[in-house]
């Protein structure tokens, strides 16, 4: 059995003594590893942003309503106050496409991703906008950024898949 020297039972140079790797960087890649999680895309939108911004608020249950209208008009407000917020971007893209107003619809879902490329349901959203526009290609290159965001287990990944499904069988 190896003995460490005295007094350094519990140090890190014990474990490294003991096991023969860098526990150093083992921790450190631990670190690194717990940072990741923390910056991981999240596509709903941030209590803070909701609560101090109405229009926003407003914006997001005329979309849950289905009025488009009124769903414009707040969320057009509302990223007068945030322009650099990507889930109004998103929700105005979602609004547009309703309406039938494609042009600003893909103008912002971009402005969306331009902001947070990771914007999981702004990739949905677009790619079931590029169906509508009949983009099969385009649509397929957001699921394949959605596999790399979250995975085909995450229900935007499902939704698009499926979207696309229907398409191709049209």
């Not at 003991?18 to 910056?39: E, P, Q, R």
């Not at 547009?96 to 912002?108: A, I, K, P, T």
């Amino acid at each position: 059995m190896l003995y460490a020297p005295h007094g350094s039972v519990g140090s890190i140079d014990y474990l490294i003594f003991i096991v023969g790797v860098n526990v150093k960087k083992i921790i450190f890649m631990m670190l690194l590893t717990c940072a990741g999680s923390v910056f991981a895309n999240v596509s709903g939108p941030k209590a803070d942003a909701v609560a101090d911004n109405a229009d926003f608020v407003a914006g997001h249950k005329a979309v849950l309503a289905k009025d488009w209208p009124s769903a414009v008009k707040a969320l057009n407000r509302a990223v007068k106050k945030s322009p650099e917020n990507a889930d109004i971007h998103n929700y105005l893209g979602y609004a547009y496409r309703n309406l039938g107003e494609m042009d600003l619809s893909f103008s912002h879902y971009n402005q969306a991703l331009k902001i947070n490329p990771n914007h999981r349901q702004a990739h949905e959203y677009i790619g079931e906008a590029y169906l509508k526009v009949d983009k099969l290609d385009k649509a397929l290159e957001h699921l394949a950024r959605l596999e790399q965001i979250c995975g085909k287990g995450c229900d935007d990944y499902q939704d698009l898949a499926k979207a696309i499904e229907a398409y191709k069988k049209k």
